[in-house]
């Protein structure tokens, strides 16, 4: 029995000594001809990886088994491997087509830039996307702060990255400037859960590659929606929190039918009742795409947006307030009543929708010239209404009254103040690329066209004015044009 044992344990390490035999895979990497080196590649079963060397050569050292190896240089490559002992993999690369949606070269880095960056993958995005907005999303970035109103990530959130607020760091999406062209500022409220419609994200600290929109003095944050799919899918996706915060998701695509067209859509709702006082959201987005593509042309419409109702949490509170009164109080719209009791405001609320509208046209016309061109309109229009105690009339284009011999020259009211905008433009860019010269020619023009305007909808002592006559009004336009041109080539040191 002793020896039918010993026999049994000698073959099954045996077994496993064969199993665990270590085996080399090695080639080399070409296009047209020509070595390539810098090539990533990637065992994706595992997630371990080289990179080609000077002469374009690779070598890796695996187990046994089937693998898929990605080869990536811009555009990617995947070739399954049967590795039963030592084996060598030549790959070209010449034919391989770029994946066109992702080519945003003019505002985008790698590893060869001379730039400080970080990506924010569309894995990374889903495993901490629970209808937080993009910048808490962010906050384990390096360099970056993220703040946020409400207290738990969810209405107004906002980044600071080396110290720089939003109106010195850049944002686009897709290439189109997202900053506000009057305050420069970057407001995600206005697009709740739009990390369920992003693909890559990518951070540049410090003044990075800004090209279209605000300048980035701080940072660029660079963001790039969904791609097309080639396979049919749905999805519905929930999640419930503290402070009932919750998040309910759909999105659909049909795939990629007739081998050159594919449509996309997702619907969002975000609610949460804050964890400061009264500090409740309510966001309702959407995202809708159209694809088509056909080998080196890659056309896109897009129309996204949200609308979003907040209560207004962004007023500071002093630290003994903080002390008398704990931390998640909330001074917004108090007021005292006819018999001097506190009361709160329950509509002092941020409402906003803002809708955006892109064609994008991305070619590429061989394997060294391509070009991007953009189209795009931005439609906002909102309002925050406030309860203003013991307000001057003076100051809302009201009159003063008499009252038992007495002049009346202010009182408690309620106004709304206005936003009514319209922003719109394109953007363009031509690059040339091969392995010494990386040369872009780019530029854009921009307008927009904004109202301002204020309305008291309530007084409790004064005569209100006629329905909807503004109490200030004023109107902002800004345009803006703007060419460039970058160059990037190796430095040959002997």
Known sequence: MKNVLFFASFLLCSWYSIAQEQFILKGEVTSNQE????????????????????????????PAGNYQIKFSYGNSKT???????????????????????????????DADSPITYSNLTNDEIEERNLGQDIPVLMQYMPSTVTTTDAGNGVGYTAIRVRGSDATRTNVTINGVPYNDAESQGSFWVNLGDLASSTQNLQLQRGVGTSTNGAGAFGASINI???????????????????????????????????????????????????????????????????????????????????????????????????????????????????????????????????DHYQLLWNQTYNKNWSSNLAFHYTRGKGYYEEYEEDADFSEFGLEPFMAN??????????????????????????????????????GGWNRYDGDHFGEVIYTRFARNNDPYEPFYENNAVKTDFNIYGKQRFPLLIN
């Open 224 to 354: 790039l929606t969904d791609r097309y799919r080639e396979e049919a899918y749905a999805e519905v996706a929930n999640s419930y929190g503290s402070y009932n915060t919750r998040k309910h998701t759909a999105k659909f695509s049909t795939g990629l039918f007739n081998d050159h067209w594919e449509f996309a859509g997702r619907a969002s709702q975000i609610k949460s009742d804050g964890y400061i006082d009264r500090a409740e959201s309510e966001l309702k987005s959407y995202f809708l795409q159209g694809t088509y593509v056909n080998e080196g042309t890659l056309v896109k419409a897009l129309m996204f947006g949200g609308k979003e109702r907040t209560y207004q949490a962004w007023y500071g509170v002093e630290q003994s307030t903080i002390n008398e009164r704990g931390r998640r109080y909330n001074p917004a719209g108090i007021y005292f009543d006819e018999e001097g009791n506190e009361q709160f405001y329950d509509n002092q609320t941020d409402n906003y929708q803002q």
């Open 405 to 442: 011999g007495e002049e009346i020259t202010t009182s408690d009211l309620v106004n709304t103040s206005w936003l009514d905008n319209h922003f719109y433009g394109t953007t363009f860019s031509a690059n040339y690329q091969d392995n010494a010269l990386d040369l872009i020619l780019g």
């Open 79 to 109: 070739i399954e491997v049967n590795l039963t002992e030592n084996q060598t993999l030549n790959v070209d690369l010449t034919d391989v087509k770029e994946r066109l949606d992702e080519v945003l070269s003019s505002i985008r880095v």
């Open 35 to 62: 070595s390539l080196p810098g090539v990533n590649v990637l065992v994706q079963e595992t997630g371990d990886g080289t990179i080609t060397d000077l002469d374009g050569k690779y070598q890796l050292e695996l």
